[in-house]
């Protein structure tokens, strides 16, 4: 059989998926970073994307926002601030939250903290794509 990697991702609220996968791309501060079994070790800092893992064939999408990633001896660690599987995510509260955001950002008074509310229509925005088909 070909060889497989742990993949655990978790927030501070819970284990949101602790399983054996085949390959993990995850949102790298500095760009995707993609994670073979064997990987050389590194820790990075993740930034609100969606990550992918593939799983007997098949490809699982899971919204994060933000994190680090550390990979040693074929175990890939996600502590993320939140993060859902695509299968999970709410699309109608993702599209209010994006709304409340946006409202926020145009509103342009001084007492908007513009870079809370930007950071909150990045994370609905995130999750309405990661749950796209
Ligand atoms: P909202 O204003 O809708 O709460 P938010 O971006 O402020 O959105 P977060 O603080 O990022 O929410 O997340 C709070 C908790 O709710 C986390 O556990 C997160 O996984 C979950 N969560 C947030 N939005 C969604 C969603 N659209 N679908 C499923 N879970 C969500």
């Given at each position: 059989m070909a060889k497989t990697q742990r993949l655990d991702i978790v927030t501070p609220e819970k284990v949101v998926f602790s399983e054996e996968v085949d390959y993990v791309v995850a949102p790298g501060s500095e760009g995707e970073l993609g994670f073979l079994p064997e990987h050389t070790p590194l820790v990075s800092a993740l930034k609100t994307g969606?990550?992918?893992?593939?799983?007997?064939?098949?490809?699982?999408?899971?919204?994060?926002?933000?994190?680090?990633?550390?990979?040693?001896?074929?175990?890939?660690?996600?502590?993320?601030?939140?993060?859902?599987?695509?299968?999970?995510?709410?699309?109608?509260?993702?599209?209010?939250?994006?709304?409340?955001?946006?409202?926020?950002?145009?509103?342009?008074?001084?007492?908007?903290?513009?870079?809370?509310?930007?950071?909150?229509?990045?994370?609905a925005i995130n999750r309405i794509s990661a749950a796209q088909k």
């Open positions: 969606v990550l992918r893992l593939t799983q007997d064939g098949k490809t699982i999408k899971v919204a994060i926002s933000g994190g680090f990633v550390e990979v040693k001896n074929s175990r890939v660690v996600v502590l993320a601030d939140t993060a859902e599987r695509a299968d999970q995510i709410d699309v109608a509260r993702a599209e209010e939250a994006k709304r409340r955001a946006e409202q926020r950002l145009a509103q342009k008074s001084e007492n908007i903290d513009i870079a809370r509310a930007e950071a909150a229509l990045k994370r």
